[in-house]
């Protein structure tokens, strides 16, 4: 089992940056693939950055060169450093977590809200 919390959402001005932080319990961190989704009102869910076990990382197209997810395991967090945020940025954001070698997220955040004003 696997807890995931959230930090780091708030307010910013389009063209600011903002750091999302996820504490995640457990001993086993470093087995699990992270990931950081988010979802804004009335659309889907979609993947905005993944970072496997390994620290091999991908992006959605539309933060790539603005976002970066990274780990540390031997705090048991994984991060993303959002820049350049724009408007259309704005939704909840969530932490999730799968164990290394499967296919579905079973571990979530409560997530937390990223407003992006223009």
């Known amino acids: 089992q696997v807890q995931l919390v959230e930090s780091g959402g708030g307010l910013v001005q389009a063209g600011g940056s903002l750091r999302l932080s996820c504490a995640a319990s457990g001993r086993t961190f470093s087995r699990y693939d992270m990931a950081w989704f988010r979802q804004a009102p009335g659309k889907e869910r979609e993947l905005v950055a993944f970072i496997s076990s390994f620290g091999t990382t991908t992006y959605a197209d539309s933060v790539k060169a603005r976002f970066t997810i990274s780990r540390d395991n031997a705090k048991t967090t994984a991060s993303l450093q959002m820049n350049n945020l724009k408007p259309e940025d704005s939704a909840v954001y969530y932490c999730?977590?799968?164990?290394?070698?499967?296919?579905?997220?079973?571990?979530w955040g409560q997530g937390t809200q990223v407003t992006v004003s223009s």
């Open positions: 999730a977590a799968r164990e290394m070698g499967t296919r579905h997220y079973n571990y």
